[in-house]
């Protein structure tokens, strides 16, 4: 029954490929977490997935090991992608997922569409993402075709998450412990009174994201540690 679909949703429906049904990564039963607030969200139909509703602090899809979200997927159509990076909100839900071991932004159509765009200038949008990309290289922002590409490199993007997490984290036991027996260094109640680039005021999650993009293992949410803040501050003499 598809009466009611437009030939472009139809099209968006079917792609011209037909999608794998091996599990990804070798995961049986890959258990995603799906935002409450997610509308028409992916069922990853032909998959073995057990899906479970539930708010995430960021993203639209994640997985989750030891009860901590570990990596997690923003879903975006090309007016959503847009119209999110023109008035902001894009560039927050980035230093978001940037807080996360691993993240990715996933677009339910392809790059050359952005020239398309009638109601933003082109050049505008392009420049604005590549900008983002720069800031935050660690949350590619990844354009598939169609919603049901979309969908397939979600469910392996976040199957390969999983796998890594469970085979990384005694590698990042071993970190912290090493972190741990580090000089103790005072860490400033708020975030340091310095601006970016951008002329906006540092923030905890500016450090936070510059750690993880250093490979320094920091918590997804509170303060960080002395150590992290002490790495930052060499690393911004350094480079002063």
Same mark, same amino acid.
């Not at 032909?46 to 708010?55: D, E, I, L, N, S």
């Not at 469910?155 to 027996?181: G, H």
């Given at each position: 029954?598809?009466?009611? @679909?437009?030939?472009?949703?139809?099209? @968006?429906?079917?792609?011209?490929?037909?999608?794998?049904?091996?599990?990804?990564?070798?995961?049986?039963?890959?258990?995603?977490?799906?935002?409450?607030? $997610?509308?028409?969200?992916?069922?990853?139909?032909?998959?073995?997935?057990?899906?479970?509703? +539930?708010?995430?602090?960021?993203?639209?899809?994640?997985?989750?090991?030891?009860? @901590?979200?570990?990596?997690?997927?923003?879903?975006?159509?090309?007016?959503?992608?847009?119209?999110?990076?023109?008035?902001?909100?894009?560039?927050?839900?980035?230093?978001?997922?940037?807080?996360?071991?691993?993240?990715?932004?996933?677009?339910?159509?392809?790059?050359? @569409?952005?020239?398309?765009?009638?109601? %933003?200038?082109?050049?505008?949008?392009?420049?604005?993402?590549? $900008?983002?990309?720069?800031?935050?290289?660690?949350?590619?922002?990844?354009?598939?075709?169609?919603?049901?590409?979309?969908?397939?490199?979600?469910?392996?993007?976040?199957?390969?998450?999983?796998?890594?997490?469970?085979? $990384?984290?005694?590698?990042?036991?071993?970190? $912290?412990?090493?972190?741990?027996?580090?000089?103790?260094?005072?860490?400033? +109640?708020?975030?340091?009174?310095?601006?970016?680039?951008?002329?906006?005021?540092?923030?905890?999650?500016? %450090?936070?994201?510059?750690?993880?993009?250093?490979?320094?293992? %920091?918590?997804?949410?509170?303060?960080?540690?002395?150590?992290?803040?002490?790495?930052?501050?060499?690393?911004?003499?350094?480079?002063?």
């Amino acid at each position: 029954m598809v009466f009611w @679909q437009s030939p472009r949703t139809r099209k @968006q429906a079917r792609p011209n490929v037909s999608l794998p049904t091996a599990r990804a990564a070798g995961i049986p039963g890959l258990s995603i977490v799906i935002d409450s607030h $997610e509308r028409y969200a992916y069922r990853f139909a032909g998959q073995q997935v057990h899906t479970r509703v +539930a708010p995430l602090r960021c993203g639209d899809y994640g997985v989750e090991l030891d009860g @901590q979200l570990v990596a997690s997927v923003e879903r975006k159509s090309l007016s959503d992608l847009v119209s999110s990076m023109t008035d902001g909100r894009l560039r927050f839900a980035l230093g978001e997922l940037a807080a996360l071991p691993r993240s990715a932004v996933v677009v339910e159509e392809r790059y050359s @569409q952005l020239l398309k765009v009638d109601w %933003v200038r082109p050049a505008v949008v392009l420049d604005g993402l590549a $900008e983002l990309q720069v800031r935050w290289p660690n949350v590619p922002i990844v354009f598939c075709e169609n919603r049901s590409l979309a969908e397939e490199w979600t469910y392996r993007f976040l199957a390969a998450a999983q796998v890594w997490a469970e085979t $990384e984290s005694l590698a990042v036991e071993r970190i $912290e412990d090493v972190m741990r027996v580090a000089p103790a260094v005072e860490e400033p +109640a708020d975030p340091p009174h310095l601006l970016r680039d951008d002329g906006l005021p540092v923030s905890v999650a500016d %450090v936070r994201a510059w750690a993880i993009s250093e490979g320094l293992p %920091v918590a997804d949410r509170g303060r960080l540690r002395p150590e992290i803040w002490a790495a930052w501050h060499r690393a911004q003499a350094s480079s002063s």
